[in-house]
């Protein structure tokens, strides 16, 4: 069974590229949600995650890198990728550990 916090160690592989933060740390990533899938030894993972603005022109990469990042672990069958912004991301989402690594 996969669990929140490996689909988490996943998540801070994934960077933006015109940042150098992870996606988790730069607080992008509204939800985490793990259900069965129709194979009893996978599951299905749908995140939903939001961009830094709206214009982002990067929106399918990070989507698509987040997406097969996920499916590489064990035990995933499928990762579902929701955009969205609302609400709107901001500074204050960022984690300590990357405001440290930003100099905020």
Same mark, same amino acid.
């Given at each position: 069974?996969?669990?929140?916090?490996? !689909?988490? %160690?996943?998540? #801070?592989? !994934?960077?933006?590229?015109?940042?150098? =933060? %992870? =996606?988790? *740390?730069?607080?992008?990533?509204?939800?985490? *949600?793990? !259900?069965?899938?129709?194979? &009893?030894? $996978?599951?299905?993972?749908?995140?939903?995650?939001?961009?830094?603005? &709206?214009?982002?022109?990067? =929106?399918?990469?990070? #989507?698509?890198? =987040? $997406?097969? $990042?996920?499916?590489?672990?064990?035990? !995933?069958?499928?990762?579902?990728?929701?955009?969205?912004? %609302?609400?709107?991301? *901001?500074?204050?989402?960022?984690?300590?550990?990357?405001? #440290? $690594?930003? *100099?905020?």
């Amino acid at each position: 069974m996969v669990t929140e916090d490996q !689909v988490i %160690d996943t998540l #801070k592989q !994934v960077f933006d590229p015109e940042i150098p =933060v %992870d =996606v988790w *740390n730069l607080g992008l990533i509204y939800n985490i *949600n793990i !259900v069965d899938s129709d194979n &009893p030894e $996978k599951q299905n993972i749908n995140i939903t995650m939001t961009l830094t603005t &709206p214009g982002c022109p990067m =929106v399918q990469h990070i #989507k698509n890198d =987040v $997406k097969t $990042k996920i499916e590489a672990m064990d035990g !995933v069958n499928e990762a579902i990728v929701a955009v969205t912004f %609302d609400p709107q991301w *901001n500074v204050n989402m960022i984690s300590d550990e990357a405001r #440290k $690594k930003l *100099n905020l």
